[in-house]
T-cell receptor
Framework: SQTIHQWPATLVQPVGSPLSLECTVE??????LYWYRQAAGRGLQLLFY??????ISSEVPQNLSASRPQDRQFILSSKKLLLSDSGFYLC??????????FGPGTRLTVL | GEDVEQSLFLSVREGDSSVINCTYT??????LYWYKQEPGAGLQLLTY?????DMKQDQRLTVLLNKKDKHLSLRIADTQTGDSAIYFC??????????????FGTGTQLKVEL
């Protein structure tokens, strides 16, 4: 069966520090991968999606970047965090049908 | 662009039925989904419906789709305290073979009271 992992589960970082959040998927090949941010207002904002290794589409201009170095690995990064980067970051995957399956999320607090 | 709207809060008593509503604007929506998010957790897919269906039932969950009015609802029968969560409606267009982006509503906070 397929599983999706995210780490770390929680992270507290100072403003200006770098960021690296990792997401890995097991049990499937060539998934579409997604990064979402869920801010205090609860809505989900799609940040990036990827249909294959090295292929990244950005949905909104921002301080963050994404990379997909391997088929089932998706990384969210920043060189310098801003206060506004705080939020709950969710990774998701999909294959044949459009439904997406979500990871447990990473709670990021930027101080 | 696409827009999906939900009411923010719903409060029901344990044992009653809950009905969570959603409206969407994209007429090309093909798949419509309901997700559940418990506090501090990721989203869990509850059910989905294809746009050529009017209704789908899965145990205590019933999904109704009015495609003419672009209205989707989720009915939870015999609501339990464990159903307390945020429920997200989401839609996607016809399979594109790449990206498969979903548009999510803002979520409805369901509170189940004893």
């Amino acid at each position: 069966s397929q599983t999706i992992h995210q780490w770390p589960a929680t992270l507290v970082q100072p403003v200006g520090s770098p960021l690296s959040l990792e997401c890995t998927v097991e049990g499937t090949s060539n998934p579409n991968l997604y990064w979402y941010r869920q801010a205090a207002g609860r809505g989900l904002q799609l940040l990036f999606y990827s249909v294959g290794i090295g292929q990244i589409s950005s949905e909104v201009p921002q301080n963050l970047s994404a990379s997909r170095p391997q088929d089932r690995q998706f990384i969210l990064s920043s060189k310098k965090l801003l206060l506004s980067d705080s939020g709950f970051y969710l990774c998701a995957w999909s294959v044949d049908r459009n439904e997406q399956f979500f990871g447990p999320g990473t709670r990021l607090t930027v101080l | 662009g696409e827009d999906v709207e939900q009411s923010l809060f719903l409060s029901v008593r344990e044992g009653d039925s809950s009905v969570i509503n959603c409206t969407y604007t994209d007429s090309s929506s093909t798949y419509l989904y309901w997700y559940k998010q418990e506090p501090g957790a990721g989203l869990q897919l509850l059910t989905y419906i294809f746009s050529n269906m009017d209704m789908k039932q899965d145990q205590r969950l019933t999904v109704l789709l009015n495609k003419k009015d672009k209205h989707l609802s989720l009915r939870i029968a015999d609501t339990q305290t464990g159903d307390s969560a945020i429920y997200f409606c989401a839609e996607s267009p016809i399979l594109t073979g790449g990206g498969n982006k979903l548009t999510f509503g803002t979520g409805t906070q369901l509170k189940v009271e004893l």
